[in-house]
């Protein structure tokens, strides 16, 4: 760690206090690769500032890249400091969202992977707004606070032309609200030609579709229950017996607030459906199905067993029977823990939703899984059988703690090499 008042600690706070008219800048350590900055807005003149200390103070022959980590009262960015010095701004902005009684800290290992991989194209926001016991808040609540902490981020990095989500458990309910509240189409304008005298003529204007004013490139979740956790052995720890999964409907939100309401399907205000019903389709003023449709990707990465938070169910969004049989699943060298890929067209799932049309009796299970399924996903299954760690693989599968669920690597390698950029 760098002391305080060391010279390099000095040197930066020197430089912060001189050159910007924001709070001076404090080192808060040094770890690995880079070194982190607290600040709460991080705009040009900081950059900048990063260019200036990067080259001054970590500046090295073999042209390696150096990881910066700005944390700031919304989450923490972490992006390359070689691209800073260069002036060459990644444009692609990866917002990285925590599950229940989580915290930015739970992205740690996935992010910096990130920016080891692609140094010079994203900069990485692990979200902070909802951490610890604000996750029992509800997903409504949730997802308007990510919005408005997506929003600020943007602002700070004026020059990030796309968006992708990446998100664990909780998490990825919580993304598909926020992105539903920060979705927005609106005319394009072509540009066909330029006479002389620079008079442009237009084509018909298509609708272009943003989140955040941003490009939709991947919406990505891991052991996400997109179906919720009621009954199906969508909460495994349970064991499938109908007595305990009723129980737990009913003491949920005793234990996780409206957050367990929300996640048991026993929210009924106003007598609306429960939340997550209604966020398979588009409403009047969120747009959930549109904004999901926006993505140029969306992929579900689910256990296939060991998770005893999440069923293979509902962080698939496939129905008990759709489920590859275990006989099906295959080993992959050079990810030893991903079993099995799925990757749905858009005939595939036409084809799907046409042979369910005359079905008149749909539980709530199967509408959420007929509203989600209206877009094509690709669903990645993951087992941890042979693993040490499969019994926390809840936690395994987005390495949480690199040193408790280090196993799980292959599974953040696989993200990052398959990431649409």
């Known amino acids: 760690m760098i002391s305080v008042n060391s010279p390099l600690a000095i040197a930066v706070s020197g430089i912060a206090t001189e050159k910007s008219s924001l709070n001076p800048i404090r080192p808060r350590g040094y770890r690995n690769l880079g070194f982190r900055l607290s600040s709460q807005r991080f705009g040009l003149k900081e950059m900048e500032l990063v260019r200036k200390v ?29 691209a800073a010095e260069s002036k060459l701004f990644p444009e692609h902005l990866v917002i990285m969202v925590n599950g229940i009684v989580g915290s930015s800290a739970d992205w740690k290992y996935a992010a910096e992977q990130f920016v080891k991989k692609l140094p010079d194209k994203v900069i990485v926001h692990r979200s902070e707004c909802n951490y610890s016991t604000l996750t029992f808040n509800g997903v409504d609540l949730m997802g308007e606070r990510l919005a408005d902490e997506v929003l600020a981020v943007v602002k700070r990095w004026p020059g990030v032309r796309k968006i992708s989500f990446v998100a664990h458990s909780l998490g990825g309910l919580v993304a598909r609200y926020a992105i539903a509240r920060l979705y927005e189409p609106f005319p394009k304008m072509e540009s066909l030609s330029h006479s002389v005298n620079h008079s442009v003529q237009s084509l018909e ?68 459906p429960p939340l997550l019903l209604q966020m398979v389709n588009d409403s009047d003023d969120l747009k959930f199905i549109s904004a999901l449709r926006s993505f140029k990707r969306r992929v579900a990465y689910a256990n296939a067993n060991y998770d005893h938070v999440v069923g293979w169910g509902t962080s698939s969004i496939r129905r008990q029977d759709e489920l590859p049989k275990i006989n099906h699943l295959v080993k992959d060298e050079k990810y030893p823990h991903i079993v099995y890929i799925e990757r749905e067209t858009t005939e595939d799932f036409h084809n799907k939703a046409s042979s369910i049309a005359g079905d008149q009796t749909t539980d709530i299970e199967e509408e959420m899984i007929q509203g989600l399924t209206q877009v094509p996903w690709e669903r990645v299954d993951v087992s941890f059988h042979k693993s040490k760690q499969r019994y926390v693989a809840h936690n395994t599968i987005q390495v949480k703690s690199y040193w408790l669920n280090s196993d799980g690597a292959d599974v953040v390698f696989h993200m990052i090499d398959n990431f649409l950029l």
């Open 54 to 82: 990067s080259r001054g103070c970590f500046s090295d022959r073999s042209g390696k890249g150096r990881m910066v980590e700005v944390e700031s009262v919304d989450g923490e960015d972490v992006f390359d400091a070689a």
């Open 205 to 272: 204007q298509p609708y272009e579709e943003r989140i955040a004013g941003l490009e939709p490139m991947n919406f990505i979740t891991f052991a996400t229950p997109h179906l919720g956790s009621r009954g199906h052995k969508q909460l495994p720890f349970l064991c499938g017996l109908p007595f305990l999964e009723k129980r737990a409907s009913l003491t949920a939100h005793w234990i996780v607030g409206k957050s367990g309401k929300h996640l048991f399907l026993t929210d009924s205000d106003d007598g609306k």
